[in-house]
């Protein structure tokens, strides 16, 4: 039996114990009487010479029921109750789950103060290791043991009390998905290991969860019994609202947006809207309200759907960053209300212009200034001889992101996307033919719309003379940007493999185009639009069951993963966030990994190019951002998110269905059952007594 209150009964005896005693001790005030004999008077005697003070109580019954009465009240006040604990075997497994949902702060400690599930469990799981220890026949092998997405475990069968207690108390919170599998492998590989006995006896499971983790595949086995007590609240749903999936691509038609993706799930049983802010590198893009339905129940009542809701957001621009999304309502699990991605930063454009004379020495000036002055372009120009040289080099000396052809229609098709002006694009699906030198014309409507043509402004440019463009049929599709009045001016020729042309029906240098501010912002929407990959993803993140990678800086030998934004973060995302802020500012790193010496510093492995190695760190359990010393700038920030339906749901069940029909029903709250009312109860019976002795004395006296 364990007290629940035992300060509370303490205070309340040191008080009403002497009180009490003290009644037997004073002396009582008496009006002195002469009478004839004392014979009739002999209680009246007893009474005097117990109110003598300094004087031994003599024995008495009703002082003996008295005692016993408050001892009673006492002892129910100090809120005494007992533990049944579980029916177990000699050799008993304490298993605790440590997964997200673990961390929800929905449950209540004895005092009915908010604590979360795991810490409950650990509650629970320390006052089932007391009992088993002080009852008869107590187990000969305890284990301590603890599953997220791997299992774990702690000590080995033959600690003392105060190690298994150290090995409960040590259990640290996880962002990470509870795979149940992982934790049944590991309890069958421990019910295996019997030692010399020929016949092992069982091992008995004591599973501390909210079963709110994936399926097992794996059946429990003769060897196992499993005993599954539920931790959480009995409810079918919860107030949460988490991050389920996050993700960013560039868009195909228009690679300078980047489109962003989020959904987010709601365990609540009524509607209810989050607010969800997406910020890139701290600055604020857009924050927008989500509303979030109640759930609705499946087509054929096995089971419910939980209310969703979907955000699409569009980020334009080349540059890189920390992308966060946040919802800023906060609930009972914070490691889902926060998803981040790494945007790399676009590379610097390597740009070939093929033009007339010797090296390309007759490209138009303008376009040779522009290109060169964008900070992010590398600019080399070459004449037709010396591109027919490069386009016919091997496949890795290729080193161009975008070619212009200036007057200049080649016979090989470059690997890159082109663009060609007053020449046919490379392919078959548009011709060019010289049109009459003395016409000119201007464009007269163009698509304002399309990301080569966003913010150019056409309306002044006059071409002298226009070449005659006409398109093919053919697999290619061939899209018309710009028009005059004598035919196309600008089209976009996209191949079936993929690769895109543009076409110029004129020459700069007889037009006034190139002084105008809208070509440089054409140029600009050319590069974005033919070099950005809309196939690649535009975000990098890992899952905190997901082992995270880096690729190593030229001459580092060693790679430390500390918690907290590398440059350029915008904080930590999830739950991470302030306990990894405090292990980066005390200088431990959260993993390290030595960079593979067969590459050597500089050198090439599997799964990196030529001098960056690949390094692997392992699985971060933690939802955050982290920074990544001695990696290359482009991966030196790691985003880890939970994004886990399953964990964002909290869900409680009742009981764990297993494979091949075996079932562990749910335990329920191992909580002490409190048995002060039988106390309440005694103490009344027993003052009954004391009155019933008490009131016979004085008739008879």
Do not use: C
């Amino acid at each position: 039996m364990t007290f629940l209150a035992p300060v509370a009964g303490l205070i309340a005896a040191g008080i009403a114990v002497p009180a009490l005693l003290a009644l037997y001790f004073l002396k009582l005030r008496r009006r002195p009487l002469r009478v004839s004999s004392t014979f009739l008077w002999q209680q009246a005697a007893k009474d005097l010479q117990v109110n003598v003070p300094l004087r031994m109580i003599r024995p008495s019954w009703i002082l003996l029921l008295q005692l016993l009465a408050l001892a009673g009240l006492l002892i129910a006040l100090a809120r005494p109750a007992i533990t049944s604990g579980p029916d177990v075997g000699r050799r008993v497994l304490i298993l605790i789950d440590r997964s997200a949902s673990m961390s929800a702060a929905d449950a209540q400690d004895g005092a009915g103060a908010r604590i979360t599930r795991l810490e409950e469990a650990k509650r629970r799981a320390l006052q089932t290791l007391g009992d088993l220890l002080d009852r008869p026949g107590s187990p000969t092998s305890i284990t301590v043991a603890a599953f997220a997405a791997s299992a774990v475990t702690l000590t080995p069968g033959s600690q003392g009390r105060g190690a298994l207690a150290d090995a409960i108390e040590s259990i640290e919170p996880t962002d990470q998905p509870g795979d149940f599998s992982a934790a049944i492998d590991l309890a069958r590989a421990l019910a295996s290991d019997a030692g010399a006995e020929e016949t092992p006896e069982p091992l008995t499971v004591i599973l501390y969860s909210d079963g709110g983790f994936s399926a097992s595949d794996r059946p429990a086995g003769k060897g196992l019994v499993l005993r599954y007590e539920r931790v959480g609240p009995d409810a079918a749903h919860h107030a949460n609202a988490g991050i389920v999936a996050f993700s960013a691509r560039r868009d195909y038609d228009d690679p300078g947006t980047l489109r962003v993706f989020a959904r987010v799930r709601s365990a609540a049983a009524e509607p209810r809207s989050v607010t969800l802010r997406l910020t890139l590198d701290g600055r604020v893009v857009e924050e927008r309200t989500l509303p979030l339905p109640a759930p609705t129940a499946t087509p054929g009542g096995g089971g419910e759907e939980p209310g969703e809701a979907t955000a699409t957001f569009a980020v334009t621009g080349r540059e890189g960053g920390v992308l966060l999304a946040t919802i800023l309502e906060p609930d009972v699990l914070a490691a889902d209300n926060a998803a981040g991605l790494v945007i790399p930063a676009a590379a610097p454009v390597r740009l070939l212009i093929v033009a007339p004379g010797a090296s390309g020495r007759e490209a138009d000036p303008f376009l040779l200034s522009v290109l060169s002055a964008m900070d992010e372009a590398r600019v080399r120009t070459v004449d037709a001889a010396g591109y027919e040289q490069l386009a016919s080099g091997v496949e890795g000396a290729w080193a161009f992101d975008l070619v212009f052809f200036d007057r200049v229609r080649p016979e090989r098709v470059p690997r890159s996307p082109s663009v060609s002006f007053a020449a046919a694009p490379p392919g078959n699906a548009v011709e060019m033919k010289p049109g009459d030198p003395r016409a000119s014309a201007r464009p007269v409507s163009w698509r304002r719309e399309h990301p080569l043509l966003r913010y150019v402004n056409l309306d002044n440019v006059v071409v002298q003379p226009p070449m005659t463009m006409t398109f093919a049929d053919g697999p290619a599709r061939v899209v018309d940007l710009a028009d005059s009045a004598t035919g196309p001016l600008i089209a976009l020729v996209e191949e079936p493999g993929g690769a895109r042309r543009v076409a110029v029906a004129f020459e700069l240098a007889r037009s006034n185009w190139p002084p105008n501010l809208s070509f440089p912002i054409f140029l600009q929407n050319t590069i974005d639009f033919l070099t950005l990959r809309a196939e690649a993803a535009g975000g990098r993140a890992f899952r905190t069951d997901q082992p995270v990678s880096v690729r190593a800086r030229d001459g580092a030998s060693r790679i430390d993963l500390f918690a907290g934004p590398g440059a350029g973060g915008a904080g930590g995302a999830g739950g991470a966030g302030d306990a990894g802020g405090e292990q980066g500012a005390e200088g431990r790193a959260v993993l390290s990994a030595p960079v593979p010496s067969s590459t050597g510093a500089g050198g090439a492995s599997a799964g990196g190019s030529a001098g960056t190695p690949t390094v692997a760190l392992g699985v971060v359990e933690r939802a955050g951002l982290y920074s990544a010393r001695g990696a290359t700038d482009d991966t030196a920030t790691v985003a880890v998110n939970l994004v886990n339906a399953t964990e964002t749901a909290l869900r409680v069940v009742k009981q764990i269905d297993l494979p091949g029909g075996v079932v562990a029903a749910a335990g329920g709250p191992a909580a002490p059952r409190e048995v002060w009312a039988w106390f309440v109860l005694g103490a009344l019976a027993l003052l009954s007594v004391e009155w019933v002795i008490f009131a016979r004395r004085m008739r008879a006296g």
